[in-house]
């Protein structure tokens, strides 16, 4: 069965910091890439960053490029996200997704809500 | 990478047809066959529903079907169901490992 659980989310001030995590489960993760893809409140969707296990491919969109980094870490089979210098509009639910690139994602997480207010 | 375009809402009857489009360019949509559509209920995570343009997953009904005509693909809903109320999300890969959303879907069953 595949799984993919993010945590790490919460309320953070403006300026600040906040490390996403998504463990995955029951798939070969040496075979896909792994994304994270968010949604503000009311709006649609938007990949932000994605990832093969290798950190072979790593991307950014640009409205993260700088503030934030994807990485792996083994010990724990989970892709980590982290956020610095956080914005009022980086405000949102973060999904983490299974890709068999080229396709876009088919399996996904719960989310996790990422609140940035003073 | 700009949005793929949907319409904001679509609805229809229970037991009627409903079609979505998503309209990109020859960079996306119109040169890959990795056109994906979710299908989003309130408070829940995307799910697949159309892969690869026309392509079903194990599971979900054959009541929904994609297709593609040149630059713009399309989902199809037929024998519309209450529990088809949802938000709908088209996908594109567009080269050079980038990909691209669309803009989102309202479908109300009326």
């Known amino acids: 069965q595949v799984l993919l659980v993010e945590s790490g989310g919460g309320l953070v001030k403006p300026g600040g910091s906040l490390r996403l995590s998504c463990a995955v489960s029951?798939?070969?993760?040496?075979?896909?890439?792994v994304s994270w893809i968010r949604q503000a409140p009311g709006k649609g969707l938007e990949w932000i960053s994605y990832m093969t296990i290798t950190g072979s491919t790593i991307y950014y969109a640009d409205s993260v490029k700088g503030r934030f980094t994807i990485s792996w870490d083994s010990a724990k089979d989970s892709v980590s996200l982290q956020m610095n210098s956080l914005r009022a509009d980086d405000t949102a639910v973060y999904y983490c997704?299974?890709?068999?690139?080229?396709?876009?994602?088919?399996?996904w997480g719960q989310g996790t809500l990422v609140t940035v207010s003073s | 990478q700009s949005a793929l375009t949907q319409p904001p809402s679509a609805s229809g009857s229970p037991g009627q047809s409903v079609t979505i489009s998503c309209t990109g360019t020859?960079?996306?949509?119109?040169?890959?066959?990795?056109v994906s559509w979710y299908q989003q209920h309130p408070g829940k995570a995307p799910k697949l529903i159309i892969y690869?343009?026309?392509k079903r997953p194990s599971g979900v009904p054959d009541r929904f079907s994609g297709s593609r005509s040149r630059a713009t693909a399309s989902l199809t809903v037929s024998g519309l169901q209450a529990e088809d109320e949802a938000d709908y999300y088209c996908?594109?890969?567009?080269?050079?490992?980038?990909?691209?959303f669309g803009t989102g879907t309202k479908v109300t069953v009326l």
């Open positions: 020859s960079s996306d949509v119109g040169g890959y066959s990795f």
């Open positions: 997704a299974r890709q068999d690139k080229p396709n876009p994602p088919d399996y």
């Open positions: 690869e343009v026309d």
């Open positions: 996908s594109s890969y567009a080269g050079s490992n980038n990909f691209v």
């Open positions: 029951g798939f070969n993760f040496r075979d896909y890439y």
